[in-house]
């Protein structure tokens, strides 16, 4: 697989929702595949909350991309056909201008002073790297979760350069209940001692307790509760693995473990950052309702939802189902079962995985 | 479904018209009257199998447990909507049908004809019916509600539903002078355009 890793840098920089500017900005970007000679077989991935640009194949330290089951070669999204592109989105914490990255006017990490960017923003800077890379449309455009929120927001923000997305384990906005577990996620954050008003690169420390917490609290709420019970049950951690003496049972090993691996990469400020994008999400909020948001998409919808997710569950993704259709949009609902919960679109199925190839070849 | 049932929904669709097919199975009929009639279409189906050959089709596809949502779609202003050889599998076809009128002014069903003279051949052998149109024994058919061509017209008298037009087909899957003539005997499967008075 041809895999290109590169820093792309954006002189112009780009106004944000929120009325600031960004004087300058980097994108840190992976892609597979090649283009075409027509340019007509574009792939734009969009990854979610604490993803990054390394969607496919194995990285310099041998990781593997976050959604390898689907993308590569003779896979759902096949780069032997497609080119594929994956950018770590502005505001994160994998190479993209963030709030790790120095502030040209302070000489400092950017830190909480990172402006809050939104989807929107994301998208645009999304379009701004396709001028780039030199291609005139996106075959199709997919993500899961807040990956899928971008998907839905470039339909509707540039209808004539997409021709199909894939909105998957996804919502036109985030619930109330959304907003209030990530709202707790931030607390935890805030209230470490090591957070310093989110400048904790100054004092030469990380917040790593609030990370923790958090990243744990969301572990709960991608999982089923069924998938808890199957993979953990009541079992007890042997004593040989256990990370801590306090551990009894293992879905509390499992949190810790996860917990605190994340903590040691995840950029605090990111999290509140993407969290905050990810609330603040409304495809409907420049208009009356989600029916007059879709008004003019030509992109055709693929909308899947998983029985087992309880963080967006798949009535969500109908209420885009239901609005498409309102607007006579070519568009298609499906649920499957996904044994993960809301981490669901995160892996192969053979239902899932024909499901999307079937409709990028379609 | 057959070519010749095909023919005849495809005569009663509106070109260009945006249609809803309610156990839409793979997808064919809708396929075809996107190509031949440059429509709209959507299928609703809950067979995962067949939601894939829809989506390879390009036809949009919904997963949905008829029984359960019919009125989810009564924004959408829908110019017919169809349900072929489906009704009799439902928990309340009444129910149904109304609610398919309430979606959009017209509405194409096909169903299985009990009264078909194989059928109470079957019976008066003392056996529930099978035949190539009906063929699962009675504890394995997804037909709950099996009735007559008269049955069925009774009904939509009942519900104050106008038959605008019907065909009947014949044991050859075809229209014949005798499932004309007699359909409630001679008829397997019976066609209907239907409209709320």
């Not at chain 1, 209030?180 to 420390?205: Q, T």
């Not at chain 1, 070519?330 to 053979?350: A, C, Q, R, W």
């Not at chain 2, 440059?38 to 299928?43: D, E, F, K, S, T």
């Amino acid at each position: 697989m041809n895999v290109k890793t590169e820093l792309i840098t954006f002189n112009t920089g780009m106004a944000l929702e929120n009325g600031h500017k960004l004087d300058s900005f980097e994108l840190m970007v992976e892609s597979y595949g090649k283009l075409n000679k027509t340019k007509t077989n574009a792939i734009l991935v969009c990854h979610a909350f604490s993803g990054n640009h390394h969607a496919s194949g194995k990285n310099k330290v041998n990781e593997i991309g976050w959604w390898d089951e689907i993308i590569g070669p003779n896979k759902s999204i096949d780069t032997n056909k497609y080119y594929v592109v994956c950018c770590n989105n502005l505001g994160g914490c994998s190479g993209s201008s963030g709030p790790k990255s120095i502030n040209p006017s302070s000489n400092k990490p950017y830190g909480s002073n990172f402006p809050l960017v939104t989807v929107s923003d994301w998208v645009n800077s999304q379009k701004m790297l396709m001028e780039k890379l030199d291609i005139p449309y996106w075959h199709f455009v997919v993500g899961g979760s807040l990956g899928g929120m971008q998907a839905l927001q470039w339909s509707i923000a540039y209808p004539d350069k997409i021709k199909k997305a894939g909105i998957f384990a996804a919502a036109a906005k985030s619930s109330t209940q959304n907003i209030a577990m990530n709202e707790v996620a931030r607390e935890s954050i805030r209230k470490d001692h090591n957070f310093h008003d989110g400048n904790y690169l100054e004092h030469g420390v990380i917040p790593k307790n609030g990370i923790k917490t958090a990243r744990m609290l969301g572990h709960i709420t991608y999982l089923s509760e069924q998938h808890m019970n199957q993979r953990f049950g009541r079992k007890f951690q042997d004593d040989s693995s256990k990370v801590g003496l306090d551990v009894d049972f293992e879905v509390e090993n499992y949190l810790q473990y996860k917990g605190e691996k994340f903590s040691e990469i995840f950029d605090a400020n990111t999290y509140i950052l993407m969290t905050k994008a990810m609330d603040g999400y409304d495809a409907a909020s420049k208009s009356d309702d989600l029916s007059s948001a879709l008004k003019g998409v030509l992109a055709e919808l693929l909308i899947i939802g998983f029985y087992s997710d309880w963080l967006y569950p798949p009535e969500r993704g109908k209420e885009i189902q239901i609005a498409a259709m309102n607007n006579n949009i070519k568009s298609s609902y499906i649920v499957l079962n996904g044994e993960h919960g809301h981490d669901s679109f995160l892996f192969h199925s053979d239902k899932y995985s024909q499901i999307i190839s079937k409709f990028i070849e379609s | 479904m057959n070519n010749k049932l095909s023919k005849i929904i495809n005569a009663w669709v509106p070109k260009e018209g945006k249609v809803i097919d309610f156990g839409c199975g793979d997808g064919s009929l809708l396929e075809e009257l996107m190509k031949t009639k440059n429509i709209l279409g959507y299928g609703v189906e809950i067979n995962d199998k067949k939601i894939e050959s829809c989506v390879s089709k390009g036809v949009p596809v919904i997963k949905q447990d008829i029984d359960k949502g019919i009125n989810e779609f009564k924004s959408s202003n829908f110019d017919i909507s169809i349900m072929a050889r489906s009704i009799q599998c439902l928990k309340d076809p009444s129910l149904a049908l109304n609610r398919m009128l309430k979606l959009s002014k017209r509405c194409v069903v096909t169903l299985p004809n009990l009264g078909y003279w194989k059928c109470r051949l079957n019976l008066a052998y003392g056996r529930m019916p099978v035949t190539p149109e009906l063929p699962s024994s009675w504890h394995e058919t997804d037909n709950i509600h099996l009735c007559t061509i008269n049955d069925f017209e009774d009904l939509c008298k009942k519900e104050g539903i106008r038959i605008m037009n019907k065909v009947f087909l014949g044991s050859n899957g075809a229209q014949s002078n005798l499932s004309s003539l007699s359909p409630n005997l001679f008829a397997i499967e019976g066609v209907y355009l239907l409209e709320k008075q």
